[in-house]
T-cell receptor, first 112, second 117 residues
Framework: KQEVTQIPAALSVPEGENLVLNCSFT??????LQWFRQDPGKGLTSLLL?????REQTSGRLNASLDKSSGRSTLYIAASQPGDSATYLC???????????FGTGTRLKVLA | GAVVSQHPSRVICKSGTSVKIECRSL??????MFWYRQFPKKSLMLMAT?????????EQGVEKDKFLINHASLTLSTLTVTSAHPEDSSFYIC?????????????FGPGTRLLVL
């Protein structure tokens, strides 16, 4: 059974810092992995999607990597800003399905 | 702009009543939609997979008679919480699969917050 874990559960950093969020999954048979942002009381915003054949994806200050064999993904946020404060969720889509299994989330607070 | 909408965005109901939540794909036909549930400060848990024209597939532990899912058209799936109780209070999010294009994409709705008094 696929399980997705995110570390740390919560993170508080001063503005300007570069930071790394971690996601691990137990079954490497995935179709893709996606990182989302969720603001309090709101829905999900897709940040980056990495196909199983890819190693990384970049969008602006965000970079996500995928090491499928070790069951790990990282989300790197460069030069963090207070507007980056949110909960970040990673989710894997197991092979053979269309559903997503979500991680436990990392609550990020960037202090001005 | 949003390609998946949910209605209502929030609803308050009395215990024992039934509540219907709609999920619509706006720009594409979605043969498959998914319903997730999120408890406060927790992650999303998949409840069921909704297939157009056929019965929904429920995840283990989800009561199908409690959470009725209907996917009557290619752009609409509904989740009805029957005989709601306070423990059903939660944030419900749907997603819709767009099968067109070289890489199929899923879009998530903005969520519906349900409070049962």
């Amino acid at each position: 059974k696929q399980e997705v874990t995110q570390i740390p559960a919560a993170l508080s950093v001063p503005e300007g810092e570069n930071l790394v969020l971690n996601c691990s999954f137990t079954d490497s048979a995935i179709y893709n992995l996606q990182w989302f942002r969720q603001d309090p009381g709101k829905g999900l915003t897709s940040l980056l999607l990495i196909q199983s054949s890819q190693r990384e994806q970049t969008s602006g200050r965000l970079n996500a990597s995928l090491d499928k064999s070790s069951g790990r993904s990282t989300l790197y946020i460069a030069a963090s800003q207070p507007g980056d404060s949110a909960t970040y969720l990673c989710a894997v889509r197991p092979k053979g399905t269309y559903k997503y299994i979500f991680g436990t989330g990392t609550r990020l607070k960037v202090l001005a | 702009g949003a390609v998946v909408s949910q209605h209502p965005s929030r609803v308050i109901c009395k215990s024992g009543t039934s509540v219907k939540i709609e999920c619509r794909s706006l720009d594409f036909q979605a043969t498959t939609m998914f319903w997730y549930r999120q408890f406060p400060k927790k992650s999303l848990m998949l409840m069921a997979t909704s297939n157009e024209g056929s019965k929904a597939t429920y995840e283990q532990g989800v009561e199908k008679d409690k959470f009725l899912i209907n996917h009557a058209s290619l752009t609409l799936s509904t989740l009805t919480v029957t005989s709601a109780h306070p423990e059903d209070s939660s944030f419900y999010i749907c997603s819709a699969r767009d099968p067109t294009g070289s890489q199929e994409t899923q879009y998530f709705g903005p969520g519906t917050r349900l409070l049962v008094l």
